[in-house]
C-alpha cells in the first residue's frame, strides 16, 4: 500500500498551499507520519513530522513557514505551506518516520515560480 500524496501545483512566490496524505488507519494511528520532498538533483528529505500525540519536529529551511497537522477523524496528514519560495520547489512526498521504503507513492508537484 503506497501512500498519495496531492493538492501540489504552480504558485507564485510568497503563496500557499495545502497538501493532503490519507492513509489506512493501521498505518495512521501507529506511526509518526511525514513529509518529504525532494528537489531537482538533490536527495529525498524530511520536511515535517508529527507524532500520534501530536508533537512537530521540521526542516530548518521551512520552519516558521510550513505547518504539518493530523486529523485523526480522516487518517489525514496536512503540510499547509505559506510564504513559499522558488527554492521550495520539489516533488512532495508522504511516508513515515523513519521511512518506509514500500510506502513510497508518485508524490506531487510544488512548484514555485512567478
Known amino acids: 500500500v503506497q501512500l498519495q500524496a496531492s493538492g501540489g501545483g504552480l504558485v507564485q512566490p510568497g503563496g500557499s498551499l495545502r497538501l493532503s496524505c490519507t492513509a489506512s488507519?493501521?498505518?495512521?494511528?501507529?506511526?509518526?507520519m511525514a513529509w518529504y520532498r525532494q528537489l531537482p538533483g538533490k536527495q529525498r528529505e524530511l520536511v515535517a513530522s508529527?507524532?500520534?500525540?501530536?508533537?512537530?519536529k521540521y526542516g530548518g529551511s521551512v520552519k516558521g513557514r510550513f505547518a504539518i497537522s493530523r486529523d485523526d477523524a480522516k487518517n489525514t496528514v496536512y503540510l499547509q505551506m505559506d510564504s513559499l519560495k522558488p527554492e521550495d520547489t520539489a516533488v512532495y512526498y508522504c511516508?513515515?518516520?523513519?521511512?518506509?521504503?514500500?510506502?513510497w507513492g508518485q508524490g506531487t508537484q510544488v512548484t514555485v515560480s512567478s
Open positions: 488507519t493501521s498505518i495512521f494511528s501507529r506511526n509518526v
Open positions: 508529527i507524532t500520534v500525540y501530536g508533537v512537530t
Open positions: 511516508n513515515v518516520e523513519p521511512v518506509n521504503g514500500r510506502l
